[in-house]
Nanobody, 116 residues
Framework: QVQLVESGGGLVQAGGSLRLSCAAS????????MGWYRQVPGKQRELVAH???????NYADSVKGRFTISRDNAQNTVYLQMNSLKPEDTAVYYC??????????WGQGTQVTVSS
């Protein structure tokens, strides 16, 4: 089993910044991809950004230029720096990882609320 623990969510005004962190632990073999999804009530969970072990990144169009994903492979930790936050960024943010042998795992989610 792989455990993911997220931190860094909270309440911020529009235009502000937050940094999310997610640390993976447990029976890790090799984590290939780490990423962030978000979900609002009544909608499907959507990709925010992901990063491979080699550092390749992919972002949702809605966050390009505002969010930056980064990763510390040695610590099995992924970060999401969120700048210029908008009310529409309000959601529960979930960390996820894909381990080469163990499969896919999800964190418990952290609430991000952006007030207008």
């Amino acid at each position: 089993q792989v455990q993911l623990v997220e931190s860094g969510g909270g309440l911020v005004q529009a235009g502000g910044s937050l940094r999310l962190s997610c640390a993976a632990s447990g029976s890790i073999f090799k984590i290939l991809v780490m990423g962030w999804y978000r979900q609002v009530p009544g909608k499907q969970r959507e990709l925010v950004a992901h990063i491979t072990s080699g550092g390749s990144t992919n972002y949702a169009d809605s966050v390009k230029g505002r969010f930056t994903i980064s990763r510390d492979n040695a610590q099995n930790t992924v970060y999401l720096q969120m700048n210029s936050l908008k009310p529409e960024d309000t959601a529960v943010y979930y960390c996820t990882c894909k381990d080469l042998l163990r499969g896919d795992y999800w964190g418990q989610g952290t609430q991000v609320t952006v007030s207008s």
